[in-house]
């Protein structure tokens, strides 16, 4: 499988960017995709994941309330809407994609549970 990451972009703080993630390969039912983002300085982190196969989803605290995750199945792709963004929003966004249940569930956020990543897409908010 391959992901690939696209909609970042410069905005405004309070503005909204939606994020894409196309998964080549199989059908999404088979994974479990999660974005994961790595501020300037700092450790990547969970964002949110959402599970292929019943579209159960998961979201990291600080995006909670502002970020949604979603997946069209037909088109194989996983979207991350983020609205009310704010500067601590600013960095490089992956997806990436593991067949590991935990991975989008009690393992939220751990990286290393996660084999397919796609390219990363820079998203800068300023203030």
């Known amino acids: 499988v391959q992901l690939q990451a696209s909609g970042g972009g410069l905005v405004q703080a309070g503005g909204s960017l939606r994020l894409s993630c196309a998964v080549s390969?199989?059908?999404?039912?088979?994974?479990?995709v999660a974005w994961f983002r790595r501020a300037p300085g700092k450790e990547r982190k969970g964002v949110s994941c959402?599970?292929?196969?019943?579209?159960?989803?998961h979201y990291g605290d600080a995006v909670k309330g502002r970020f949604t995750v979603t997946s069209d199945k037909a088109k194989k792709t996983v979207y991350l809407q983020m609205n009310n963004l704010n500067p601590e929003d600013t960095a490089v966004y992956y997806c990436?994609?593991?067949?590991?249940?935990?991975?989008?569930?009690?393992?939220?956020?751990?990286?290393?549970?996660?084999?397919?990543w796609g390219q990363g897409t820079q998203v800068t908010v300023s203030s």
């Open positions: 990436a994609a593991t067949n590991y249940r935990p991975a989008c569930g009690a393992a939220f956020g751990v990286s290393v549970y996660y084999e397919k």
């Open positions: 390969g199989r059908t999404l039912s088979d994974y479990y």
């Open positions: 959402i599970r292929g196969r019943d579209s159960n989803k």
